[in-house]
């Protein structure tokens, strides 16, 4: 059964930190490029940064600088490390595993940023 379990979401002021989790199961992860993507509601889910089975990576314009992406292999986990957060970062982030057949999605993470 796959599973992506997303963690580390929460409340975070301005300026502040959070980092996100996404454990995976049930299938060969160093296979997959792995992502991040949010949504805010009344809005289509975008993507946020993508790291592919090789270990490269890319972000959208309006994170670079401030997030880093990153995988362990190992663990089957993907991380989203977000620095100098902004009220408009804040969505339901969700984690996508992407192979050559198969597609899968976690069940999302809320990411507030307030003050």
């Known amino acids: 059964q796959v599973q992506l379990v997303e963690s580390g979401g929460g409340l975070a002021q301005p300026g502040g930190s959070l980092t996100l989790s996404c454990a995976a199961s049930g299938f060969t992860f160093r296979w997959y490029g792995m992502s991040w993507y949010r949504q805010t509601p009344g809005q289509e889910r975008e993507l946020v940064a993508r790291t592919t089975s090789s270990g490269d990576t890319n972000y959208a314009d309006s994170v670079k600088g401030r997030f880093t992406i990153s995988r362990d292999n190992v663990k089957s986990t993907v991380y989203l490390q977000m620095n100098s957060l902004k009220p408009e970062d804040t969505a339901v982030y969700y984690c996508?595993?992407?192979?050559?057949?198969?597609?899968?999605w976690g069940q999302g993470t809320q990411v507030t940023v307030s003050s």
């Open positions: 996508n595993a992407r192979g050559n057949r198969n597609e899968y």
